[in-house]
């Protein structure tokens, strides 16, 4: 198994900042294509970010693309989320996730999650 613990979620103004990070243990991190995920109450698990192993390669929701930056650090075994313009319909759980499979959007792929991390923006 591999272990995922997210941090960094809080509370923020809109237009403003905030950096999440998500911290792996368990397994080889660099091994595994990573991603963010979020969801809000009464709606589904929606995408965000991925990154492939090496970090060479990205993808990222419409809504978050020019916004957002994923990266990792795989000597020390974190993955990033770096929220920049932040708008109220940021607000939600905020999730990392692992998989072994192939760098993509579709959280059904993804073989590990984190507890979720709480991110809310005022207006």
């Known amino acids: 198994q591999v272990y995922l613990v997210e941090s960094g979620g809080g509370l923020v103004q809109a237009g403003g900042s905030l950096k999440l990070s998500c911290a792996a243990s368990?397994?080889?991190?660099?091994?595994?294509?990573m991603g963010w995920f979020r969801q809000t109450p009464g709606k589904e698990r929606d995408f965000v970010a991925a990154i492939s192993r090496s970090g060479s390669d990205t993808l990222y929701a419409d809504s978050v693309k020019g916004r957002f930056t994923i990266s990792r650090d795989n000597a020390e075994n974190t993955l990033y989320l770096e929220m920049n313009s932040l708008k109220p319909e940021d607000t939600a759980v905020y999730y990392c996730?692992?998989?072994?499979?192939?760098?993509?959007?579709?959280?059904?792929?993804?073989?590990?999650w984190g507890q979720g991390t709480q991110v809310t923006v005022s207006s």
């Open positions: 368990g397994r080889t991190f660099s091994n595994y294509r």
């Open positions: 996730a692992a998989t072994t499979y192939i760098l993509t959007a579709r959280s059904e792929v993804y073989n590990y």
